[in-house]
Structures are given as structure tokens and as C-alpha cells.
């Protein structure tokens, strides 16, 4: 059964680095064509897709996100991390983590982590 | 503005047939899979449909996808009060080297 959890902090204030952990069993991240993404939704709004990290340390960003995003696998093998630089309170959102395949949308996903952006 | 566009609204009565559209491009539903999600108030997206028309086992038959050139579709049949929720389709990208999310399509059962 694969599981994904979200952690991190819950307010940030602006223009801090927002740090987001992935700790995920059931799969593993060393696999070939195995990936974990990151997406996010607003309170009320679409998702919006932020990045992935694949199985050879590939990495795809958000065109529009990409100067404040950083996507990393953990040495521990089953967690990946997500930095978000500059965050504004249009930031604020429910952050997902999701198990991926190679060039797919995601499939299994997290229960999400709510991050507000507020002084 | 997402990529893929969904209709923001649809509705139907108990037992009804209903589908949810969602329209891309050649760089995204006309070249790759397309997923969908179901989410409920409060909660994650869920997957319904994976690589256009598969359902992930515990998945009701009920839900079926289908692709058509750079469009795809999700039914519904034999609609119940439980499955009032948003739904939201997705795909890669190939230009913006990413997937793509329509901004979904709140279901209403009558």
C-alpha cells in the first residue's frame, strides 16, 4: 500500500523559505520510472503543479515557480524535500506530495499540509 | 487560468448519466495520458481514472474515461448523492515540461 505524508510548518511569514517534507512507504524512490511531485491548491482554487523529482535525481519545475523551487530526495531514501523561497501570502495553500510515474499526473497522493503566509 | 479547461459547474439527478469534459492541447491530452481526480470537501484528490480510461483497483465501475484527440471525458452512471464533489483532470505537458491541471468541475447530484 503506498502512503504519503506532508510535513512542515503551518505560518510562515513573508519572504522567509518555506521547507516541506514527503516521507512516503510502499514504493521506493530508487526504482526505474518512479517519481514524487509536489503540487498545491489555494483555499477555493484549482490545483497548480509545482515540481518532481524522479527515480535518477531528474527534476522538473513549475515554469512559473522555477527561481524559488528546490525538489530533493533525502539520503534516507523515502523522503523528499521541497523549498519554496520568497513566500507571500499568495502562497498560501494546501501543499500535496504524490507518487508519480515517469512523465504522468500524479496518482496516489498525501493528505496535504495547509501552509498560510502571514507577519 | 489552467491549462486544461473543464466546465466549472455540472449536475445531475440520482440514477442520471452525466460527463465532465476537459480540453487541451497537442502538448498535453493530444500527446499524453490524461488522470482524474475526485476530491471531496476537506480532502486530497483522489484518483479515478489513471492513463485515460483505467480505474485504480476499489474504483466503481460506475466511472469511465475516454480520450478523443486533445480532449478527454470522465462518466459517471448511476449517479448517487455521494458523488458530489469536485473533479479535476490532468496530463503532461510536453512544452511546459510539467503537468497541466484543469481547474475543475464541481458535480451537484439534484
Known amino acids: 500500500q503506498i502512503t504519503l505524508k506532508e510535513s512542515g510548518p503551518t505560518l510562515v511569514k513573508p519572504t522567509q523559505t518555506l521547507t516541506l517534507t514527503c516521507i512516503f512507504s510502499?514504493?521506493?524512490?530508487?526504482?526505474?520510472?518512479?517519481?514524487v511531485g509536489w503540487s498545491r491548491q489555494p483555499p477555493g482554487k484549482p490545483l497548480e503543479w509545482l515540481a518532481v523529482?524522479?527515480?535518477?535525481?531528474?527534476?522538473r519545475y513549475s515554469p512559473s515557480l522555477k527561481s524559488r523551487l528546490t525538489i530533493a530526495k533525502d539520503t534516507s531514501g523515502n523522503q523528499v524535500v521541497l523549498t519554496m523561497t520568497n513566500m507571500d501570502a499568495a502562497d498560501t495553500a494546501r501543499y500535496y506530495c504524490?507518487?508519480?510515474?515517469?512523465?504522468?499526473?500524479?496518482?496516489?497522493w498525501g493528505q496535504g499540509a495547509l501552509v498560510t503566509v502571514s507577519s | 487560468q489552467s491549462v486544461l479547461t473543464q466546465p466549472p459547474s455540472a449536475s445531475g439527478t440520482p440514477g442520471q448519466r452525466v460527463t465532465i469534459s476537459c480540453s487541451g492541447s497537442s502538448s498535453n491530452i493530444g500527446s499524453n495520458t490524461v488522470n482524474w481526480y475526485q476530491q471531496l470537501p476537506g480532502t486530497a484528490p483522489n484518483v479515478l481514472i489513471y492513463?485515460?480510461?483505467q480505474r485504480p483497483s476499489g474504483v466503481p465501475d460506475r466511472f469511465s474515461g475516454s480520450k478523443s484527440g486533445t480532449s478527454a471525458s470522465l462518466a459517471i452512471t448511476g449517479l448517487q448523492s455521494e458523488d458530489e464533489a469536485d473533479y479535476f483532470c490532468?496530463?503532461?505537458?510536453?512544452?511546459?515540461?510539467?503537468?497541466?491541471f484543469g481547474g475543475g468541475t464541481k458535480l451537484t447530484v439534484l
Open positions: 490532468a496530463a503532461w505537458d510536453d512544452s511546459l515540461d510539467g503537468v497541466v
Open positions: 504524490a507518487h508519480t510515474g515517469l512523465w504522468s499526473p500524479p496518482e496516489n
Open positions: 510502499g514504493f521506493s524512490l530508487s526504482s526505474r520510472g518512479v517519481g
Open positions: 523529482i524522479y527515480w535518477n535525481d531528474d527534476k
Open positions: 492513463s485515460n480510461n
